[in-house]
């Protein structure tokens, strides 16, 4: 937690840009009959019935010290997916940076590894060498503010019935765009110094 408190409190640096991972599944569920037409007034009805079609993943980005972030929505949760991912990240999001730093939960496919089943040895060894991965600790995912981001976009734009991928990935982008336009930095206000006085009873006793 101590590590994932001082990162936050670097000073933006667009040679070593610090970016906040996190994924989430949604499942896309059709309607069977149309709903039907709201009145003035009244919320749209819908059947009780649907058909399930299939799950797709959501991988969120997000930049606190700029205030942007982009949402990829995946066919699958796998190793090569995250690793397709870093890829963007590494070569097209973020060329010229130097190093990256990413804040991210431990999930078995956020690993080195998962870059050498998608990609030769030298070019995952080269990607894997522009990240200064930061994990954070188990029950301790509230220090991800991609996290967060990903629970506003769930809360605004995916708790509802969406079809299939296309419809999917338009509603993102149209919850993106604006966003990333009004949205301003973030300042992370939690230190360390909080974290030993308001959450004291979480620190283990010294040993004498």
Known sequence: MENMLEVYQRSYDDTHPLIGMDESSKQLVKDVRVPLSSRPGEPEKYDTEYERNGVRNLFLFFEPLTGKRYVNVTEQRTAVAWALQIQELVDSRYPHAERITLVMDNLNT??????????????????????????TPKHGSWLNMAELELSVLTRQCLDRRIP???????????????RNASSAPVKWRFTTADARIKLKRLYPSPQR
Not at 115 to 134: N, S, V
Not at 165 to 177: G, I, N
Request: negative net charge.
């Open 110 to 135: 956020h690993v080195g590894a998962s870059l050498y089943k998608a990609f030769e040895p030298q070019t995952a060894r080269r990607r894997l060498d522009k990240l200064d991965i930061h994990y």
């Open 164 to 178: 299939d991928q296309e419809t999917l990935e338009r509603e993102v982008k149209a919850w993106e765009s604006p």
